[in-house]
Nanobody, 120 residues
Framework: VQLQASGGGLVQAGGSLRLSCAAS????????RGWFRQAPGKEREFVAA????????YYADSVTGRFTISRDIAKNTVYLQMNSLKPEDTADYYC??????????????WGQGTQVTVSS
């Protein structure tokens, strides 16, 4: 049972990145998926979530209008398209599988982080 996040990197402010989170080891199609992030010295915070069917999404206020979460059920993969990036988006980004919630304890499975650095 594994979630593998990828796609992080260094980008200038105003740029874009797309994160991917591939699931392996079991079928995650019945799980909601979420993205969280943790900046140095800060608590982990919710970024975005998508329901198991993909029909519902929810975003943190700080990323609404800039980030888009989507999923490819056939590929067992979730994406986070990040546009208009800001230096304050710099963090390690984590994907998770579980309930459709903004609360980290609602997720049962976690991937390793992928680092996103936005330069000003």
């Amino acid at each position: 049972v594994q979630l593998q996040a990828s796609g992080g990197g260094l980008v200038q402010a105003g740029g874009s990145l797309r994160l991917s989170c591939a699931a392996s080891g079991r079928t995650f199609s019945m799980y909601a998926r979420g993205w969280f992030r943790q900046a140095p010295g800060k608590e982990r915070e919710f970024v975005a979530a998508i329901s198991y069917s993909g029909s519902r999404t929810y975003y943190a206020d700080s990323v609404t209008g800039r980030f888009t979460i989507s999923r490819d059920i056939a590929k067992n993969t979730v994406y986070l398209q990040m546009n208009s990036l800001k230096p304050e988006d710099t963090a390690d980004y984590y994907c998770a599988a579980g309930r459709f919630t903004t609360i980290s304890s609602g997720y049962d499975y976690w991937g390793q982080g992928t680092q996103v650095t936005v330069s000003s």
